[in-house]
C-alpha cells in the first residue's frame, strides 16, 4: 500500500472509531452525567475575569485563526526549508478537521445544556474540532523544534502542552463542549499530526 493511500486508511480508522466511541457516549452510556457536573462546578467556580480569558483562549482556536495560522506555519517553513515537510501543518490540520466532520456528523451529539459563551459552532459536539485542530498543529510544531537548544525546546514544548491544556479547559468552561468532547480532541490531534509528520518525512 502506498503512503498516501495507507495515510487515508488510517485517517479513516480513526474517524471510524470516533464515530463508535460516540454512539456509546450517547447512547449506553447516556451521555456521561458527571460531565455536566463537571461544567457546572467550572461556572461556579468562575467569576467575569474567568469569563474573560475562557472567551480568548476559546476565540484563538477559531476555525479561520486555525487555518490562518497553519498556513503562515506553512509558508514560513516552505521559504526555509523547501522540502515535504513544509506541509505538515496544513496536512495535519486537514487531517484533524476532515476527522471531525465526519464523526461529528455521524455521531450527531448536542453540545451541553448551559448558556454558551463565545461563538456557536452549527456542528455536533462530539468530537472537539478545535482542539483536534489546534492539537495537530502543536504536534508539529513541538517536531519542527527538535533541532533548537534543549532550553528553547523545552520552553517551546511546554508552552504547547500549557496552552492546549487551557484551551481545553475554556471549550468547557464556556459550555462548548463536554469533557470526553475534549479528551478525544486530544486524541485526534495528537494522531492525526504525527501521522502528518511521519509521512511526510
Known sequence: MSSPARTAAIVATLAAANVIAGRLITGPLRNLPAERRLTDELRRRGGSAT????SVLSRSSDTSRAIAVGLALTGVLLARRRDWTAAAPALAM????????VSSTLVGRERPGVERFGTVQ?????????????????????R?????????????????????????????YNGQHHASDVLAGYANGLICGRLAWKSLR
Not at 51 to 54: G, I, L, R, T
Not at 94 to 101: D, L, P
Open 51 to 54: 469569563e474573560s480569558v475562557a
Open 94 to 101: 486537514s487531517m484533524a478537521s476532515a476527522t471531525h466532520v
Open 122 to 142: 452549527p456542528t455536533s459536539s462530539f468530537p472537539s474540532g478545535h482542539v483536534g485542530a489546534m492539537t495537530a498543529l502543536a504536534v508539529v510544531i513541538g
Open 144 to 172: 519542527i523544534a527538535e533541532p533548537l537548544p534543549r532550553p528553547v525546546k523545552v520552553a517551546v514544548r511546554t508552552t504547547l502542552v500549557g496552552y492546549l491544556g487551557l484551551l481545553g479547559w475554556s471549550r468547557l
